[in-house]
C-alpha cells in the first residue's frame, strides 16, 4: 500500500483482468520458491516509524502535504490522514554495528524532521494514538490527497456495504458508528522488517508470531481512544475493526479477515501466506500494472491490502534476486527513539532465538495458543498472564525478564550483534520491563495521578520524549 496508484475507481473487468495477472504472478512465485530462485542473503533489517503531526493545543494538525513538500526527505512520506507521517529507514545488514547504524540514521531523520515540524509551528510525536484526537477529525476531508487512499476507502465500505462499528471493551466501552475507514489513521505504528533466507522464511515467520505477545505488551503506548481508557495497547481491536472485511464467501463476515493476527503457522513454506492470500481475499485495488517493469507487481499490491500482525513481503535485491521480508506489525510508536530501537533490537534477537529454535525442536506451542497470548497482552499489557511453551501461566513482564530478555542477547549475539549494542539496548527493555513503565502505563498513571486533563499529559509527554531518555525513566 505504499506505491500509488493511477486512479481511484474502477470497473468489473478491472477485477477481472488483475486477478488474472495475480493468479500468473502467485504462480510463478511459487515456481521460483521451488527451484530456490529467491534470495539467500544474510539478514537485512529496516523500520518504519509512523507518527503524529501536532499542533500548539496538542490536536492534530492536518499539514503533512505542506510539511512533506518542503521537508523533501525521500525517507518521509504521506500516510492515510493528513496528520500522520511515516518515516523509514535505509536497509542495514543486521550484524556488527547494525543496531547503531539504524539508531544512527532513524535519529538523525527524525531530528530533521522535528526542527522543521517547528518552523510551521507544529510538532512530531511518536505515540500510538493520540489522547487528544477527536473522533470529529477522522473525516474524508483529512484524508491524505492520494489515489491510493481513495480507492481503498471505497472499496473497504463497497465490500461492507454497512458502516464501520467500532466496539471495544476494556477499562471503558467504546462504541460508535463511522462511515469511512479513516479510523485506521488513529493508530501509529512501528514495523520492522527483516530479510530472511528463502529456506527458513516460514521458520522466522512463525518465531515472529510466537514473539508477538512480548512484543505487543513490552511496547504498549496506546490506552486512550476518544477519551476513553481502554485496552494497553488499543490500537488492536481498533486497526482491525477500522477495515473489518472478510475473504470469500462472507464479504464483511468471511471467516478470514484482512486485518488479523492470521489463520495458522506456515508449515512448509512462506508461499503458503501468498497462497491464501490468492484463494481467500477478494481484489481491492484493480489497478493497470501491465506497464509496470516490476516483477509480481499485482502480488505485492494485493499483499499490501491485506493487513496480518506478522506480513511476509516479497522485494528484490540489488541485482533482481526475489527476496522474503517479514514485517513485524504490532509494535506501538514510540515514545522515543531509544525506545524504538530497543524495542527493534529485542524483536530480531528474540525472532532470531526462536527460529534456531524451532529449526531444531520444531514449534513450542499451538497457533491458537500464540494468537490468544497475542490479545492477552495486547489487552492487559506487562500485568497480563500468558501461557508459554511450558505449558505454565507466567506474568509477561516476568516472563521477559527472566526468560525472553536471555533469548534476545542470545539472539542477537548469534547474529554478531556488537556486544556494546546488545547491553545498551537490552537494558533500556529490561528497565522497561523490571519497572513495569511502558508508555501506555506512563499515560495511565500520569490521567490518574494529575488530572483528567488529556491536553496536559500529552503536553508533557511531548516534552519527554524531545529529552530523549526512555520512557521507564520518565517521571509523573
Given at each position: 500500500?505504499g506505491?500509488?496508484?493511477?486512479?481511484?475507481h474502477?470497473?468489473?473487468?478491472?477485477?477481472e483482468?488483475?486477478?488474472?495477472?495475480?493468479?500468473?504472478?502467485?504462480?510463478l512465485?511459487?515456481?521460483?520458491?521451488?527451484?530456490?530462485?529467491?534470495?539467500?542473503?544474510?539478514?537485512?533489517?529496516?523500520?518504519?516509524?509512523?507518527?503524529?503531526?501536532?499542533d500548539r493545543?496538542?490536536?492534530?494538525?492536518?499539514?503533512?502535504?505542506?510539511?512533506?513538500?518542503?521537508?523533501?526527505?525521500?525517507?518521509?512520506?504521506?500516510?492515510?490522514?493528513?496528520?500522520?507521517?511515516?518515516f523509514?529507514?535505509?536497509p542495514?545488514?543486521?550484524?556488527?554495528?547494525?543496531?547503531?547504524?539504524?539508531?544512527?540514521?532513524?535519529?538523525?531523520t527524525?531530528q530533521?524532521?522535528?526542527k522543521?515540524?517547528?518552523?510551521?509551528?507544529?510538532?512530531?510525536?511518536m505515540?500510538?494514538?493520540?489522547?487528544t484526537?477527536?473522533?470529529?477529525s477522522?473525516?474524508?476531508?483529512?484524508?491524505?490527497d492520494?489515489?491510493?487512499?481513495?480507492?481503498?476507502?471505497?472499496?473497504?465500505?463497497?465490500?461492507r456495504?454497512?458502516p464501520?462499528?467500532?466496539?471495544i471493551?476494556?477499562?471503558?466501552?467504546?462504541?460508535?458508528d463511522?462511515?469511512?475507514?479513516?479510523l485506521?489513521?488513529?493508530?501509529?505504528?512501528?514495523?520492522?522488517?527483516?530479510?530472511?533466507?528463502?529456506?527458513?522464511?516460514?521458520?522466522?515467520y512463525?518465531?515472529?508470531?510466537?514473539?508477538?505477545?512480548a512484543?505487543?505488551?513490552i511496547?504498549?503506548n496506546?490506552?486512550?481512544?476518544?477519551?476513553k481508557q481502554l485496552?494497553?495497547?488499543?490500537?488492536?481491536?481498533?486497526?482491525?475493526?477500522?477495515?473489518?472485511?472478510?475473504?470469500?464467501?462472507?464479504?464483511?463476515?468471511?471467516p478470514?479477515?484482512?486485518?488479523?493476527?492470521?489463520?495458522?503457522?506456515?508449515?512448509?513454506?512462506?508461499?503458503e501466506?501468498?497462497?491464501?492470500?490468492?484463494?481467500?481475499?477478494?481484489?481491492?485495488?484493480?489497478?493497470?500494472?501491465?506497464?509496470?517493469?516490476?516483477l509480481?507487481?499485482?502480488?505485492?499490491?494485493?499483499?499490501?491490502?491485506?493487513?496480518?500482525?506478522?506480513?511476509?513481503?516479497?522485494?528484490?535485491?540489488?541485482?533482481?534476486?526475489?527476496?522474503?521480508?517479514?514485517?513485524?506489525?504490532?509494535?506501538?510508536?514510540?515514545?522515543?527513539?531509544?525506545?524504538?530501537?530497543?524495542?527493534?533490537?529485542?524483536?530480531?534477537?528474540?525472532?532470531?532465538?526462536?527460529?534456531?529454535?524451532?529449526?531444531a525442536?520444531?514449534?513450542?506451542?499451538?497457533?491458537?495458543?500464540?494468537?490468544?497470548n497475542?490479545?492477552?497482552a495486547?489487552?492487559?499489557?506487562?500485568?497480563?498472564h500468558?501461557?508459554?511453551?511450558?505449558?505454565?501461566?507466567?506474568?509477561i513482564?516476568?516472563?521477559?525478564?527472566?526468560?525472553?530478555?536471555p533469548?534476545?542477547?542470545?539472539?542477537?549475539?548469534?547474529?554478531?550483534?556488537?556486544?556494546?549494542?546488545?547491553?545498551?539496548?537490552?537494558?533500556?527493555?529490561?528497565h522497561?520491563s523490571?519497572?513495569?513503565?511502558?508508555?501506555?502505563?506512563?499515560?495511565?498513571?500520569?490521567?490518574?495521578?494529575?488530572?483528567?486533563?488529556?491536553a496536559?499529559?500529552?503536553?508533557?509527554y511531548?516534552?519527554?520524549?524531545?529529552?530523549?531518555?526512555?520512557?521507564?525513566?520518565?517521571?509523573?
Open positions: 500500500m506505491q500509488e496508484i493511477a486512479k481511484a474502477f470497473k468489473a473487468a478491472d477485477f483482468q488483475f486477478h488474472q495477472q495475480l493468479s500468473c504472478e502467485t504462480n512465485l511459487k515456481q521460483m520458491i521451488m527451484r530456490g530462485a529467491c534470495s539467500t542473503q544474510s539478514p537485512v533489517a529496516g523500520l518504519e516509524l509512523e507518527s503524529w503531526l501536532i493545543n496538542m490536536q492534530a494538525s492536518a499539514t503533512n502535504d505542506d510539511f512533506l513538500a518542503s521537508l523533501a526527505d525521500p525517507l518521509a512520506n504521506a500516510e492515510l490522514a493528513k496528520f500522520n507521517i511515516e523509514n529507514t535505509h542495514l545488514s543486521l550484524t556488527g554495528d547494525g543496531l547503531e547504524k539504524l539508531h544512527t540514521q532513524l535519529d538523525a527524525w530533521r524532521a522535528a522543521h515540524a517547528e518552523t510551521m509551528d507544529t510538532a512530531l510525536m505515540i500510538g494514538s493520540l489522547p484526537l477527536r473522533a470529529t477522522l473525516n474524508t476531508h483529512n484524508m491524505s492520494l489515489n491510493r487512499y481513495r480507492a481503498l476507502n471505497e472499496q473497504i465500505l463497497a465490500a456495504a454497512k464501520i462499528n467500532l466496539d471493551i476494556g477499562v471503558e466501552h467504546l462504541q460508535f463511522h462511515h469511512d475507514v479513516m485506521e489513521s488513529a493508530t501509529t505504528s512501528l514495523q520492522l522488517h527483516t530479510q530472511i533466507p528463502l529456506e527458513i522464511a516460514h521458520h522466522y512463525n518465531a515472529s508470531i510466537i514473539a508477538s505477545a512484543m505487543v505488551a511496547c504498549a496506546s490506552p486512550y481512544l476518544f477519551g485496552w494497553q495497547e488499543s490500537r488492536i481491536p481498533l486497526f482491525e475493526q477500522a477495515i473489518e472485511t472478510g475473504g470469500y464467501g462472507g464479504a464483511a463476515d468471511g478470514l479477515k484482512r486485518v488479523s493476527f492470521g489463520s495458522c503457522y506456515a508449515n512448509k513454506s512462506i508461499f501466506c501468498f497462497q491464501e492470500n490468492l484463494e481467500h481475499f477478494p481484489v481491492l485495488l484493480p489497478v493497470n500494472l501491465q506497464h509496470d517493469d516490476t509480481f507487481a499485482h502480488l505485492k499490491l494485493h499483499n499490501g491490502t491485506i493487513w496480518r500482525w506478522n506480513r511476509p513481503l516479497l522485494g528484490e535485491d540489488p541485482d533482481g534476486t526475489p527476496h522474503i521480508r517479514i514485517e513485524h506489525r504490532s509494535p506501538a510508536a514510540g515514545p522515543t527513539i531509544i525506545d524504538t530501537i530497543a524495542n527493534a533490537a529485542f524483536y530480531f534477537g528474540l525472532s532470531k532465538y526462536l527460529c534456531d529454535d524451532i529449526i525442536n520444531g514449534l513450542p506451542m499451538p497457533f491458537t495458543q500464540a494468537k490468544d497475542f490479545y492477552q495486547a489487552r492487559h499489557g506487562l500485568k497480563g500468558i501461557i508459554w511453551s511450558d505449558g505454565q501461566h507466567h506474568r513482564h516476568t516472563l521477559i525478564t527472566n526468560t525472553l530478555i533469548y534476545a542477547i542470545s539472539g542477537l549475539q548469534s547474529l554478531g550483534i556488537n556486544s556494546v549494542d546488545i547491553e545498551k539496548y537490552m537494558a533500556v527493555i529490561k522497561r523490571e519497572t513495569q513503565q511502558t508508555g501506555s502505563q506512563w499515560q495511565q498513571q500520569f490521567i490518574q495521578t494529575h488530572t483528567t486533563d488529556f496536559t499529559m500529552t503536553r508533557q511531548l516534552a519527554h520524549q524531545q529529552q530523549g531518555k526512555p520512557v521507564s525513566q520518565w517521571t509523573l
